[in-house]
Nanobody, 121 residues
Framework: EVQLVESGGGLVQPGGSLKLACAASGFTVEDVDMTWVRQAPGKAPEWVAVIDSNSDQTVYADSVKGRFTISRDNAKNTVYLQMSSLKPEDTAVYYC??????????????WGQGTQVTVSS
């Protein structure tokens, strides 16, 4: 059974940092593209970062470029999202998902349960 379990969310002040983790089971993260997606209240989901299965190439949404870093630990079968210089507009539920951004935004079938990130003073 494919499972994705996110952790690491919480309340942080503007300018702070958080590191999210996505523990995978039932498949190998090294073999697939993995995307982090976020959804703020009342807004459509937005992809923020993707890591390619073949080349480890990473791509970021303009809104987070230079502040967020996606990475993968194959030994732990876990994908991470390091978030720095956080802003109030980063507040959202963050999900990890299997696939590239187009695939993940087209279906929630392979999303985790999400972890809440709140950026507020």
């Amino acid at each position: 059974e494919v499972q994705l379990v996110e952790s690491g969310g919480g309340l942080v002040q503007p300018g702070g940092s958080l590191k999210l983790a996505c523990a995978a089971s039932g498949f190998t993260v090294e073999d697939v593209d993995m995307t982090w997606v976020r959804q703020a209240p009342g807004k459509a989901p937005e992809w923020v970062a993707v890591i390619d299965s073949n080349s480890d190439q990473t791509v970021y949404a303009d809104s987070v470029k230079g502040r967020f870093t996606i990475s993968r630990d194959n030994a732990k079968n876990t994908v991470y999202l390091q978030m720095s210089s956080l802003k109030p507009e980063d507040t959202a539920v963050y999900y990890c998902a299997i696939g590239d951004p187009a695939e993940t935004l087209g279906s929630r079938d392979y999303w985790g349960q999400g972890t809440q990130v709140t950026v507020s003073s």
